[in-house]
């Protein structure tokens, strides 16, 4: 008598289980690193634009024109120191969600932008136009930033 082999039960291709040793994450979603990477790239822009804004108060005044000669509080010297600094930080910040998106770089994203999104709100007697637009960006990006924050908790 011949033995016969009994066909193995899986009909379709071998599926392994996961494993669990933790030897590699599972990478993250294109659709979420396409978010959080557009919001870096335009919080760097956003940065540089602030930083650039911020010369032009500092080292021609004739170029900012403003009724009264201050914005809200500040004569023109802070308004730029003010658009230095928050320029610097909002680009170091982009930078660093290019860099991989650490959790602390989207929520410091987050709380800068709405900084930023202050601070054009009050510089808006001397640029309305600009200071739309970059309040309109401010918010995209804020929105890049939040959309996918619990996909990134996944990984």
Do not use: C, K
């Amino acid at each position: 008598m011949t033995e016969q082999q009994i066909p193995s039960q899986m009909s379709g291709p071998s599926v392994s289980a996961p494993r669990s040793n933790g030897a590699s994450a599972p990478a993250p979603s294109p659709a979420w690193t396409g978010w959080v990477r557009f919001g870096g790239v335009v919080m760097t822009i956003i940065g540089g634009f602030a930083v650039i804004e911020g010369f032009f108060a500092l080292f021609s005044p004739t170029y900012v024109t403003l009724a009264g000669g201050s914005v809200l509080l500040f004569d023109l010297t802070a308004w730029g120191w003010i658009h230095i600094l928050l320029g610097v930080l909002v680009l170091a910040t982009g930078l660093a969600l290019l860099g991989g998106a650490p959790n602390w770089a989207r929520g410091t994203g987050i709380v800068l932008l709405a900084l930023n999104t202050i601070v054009q709100l009050a510089f808006m007697p001397a640029y309305p136009f600009w200071s739309i637009v970059m309040i309109v960006l401010d918010i995209v990006v804020i929105y890049a930033l939040m959309v996918t924050w619990d996909d990134a908790a996944d990984y």
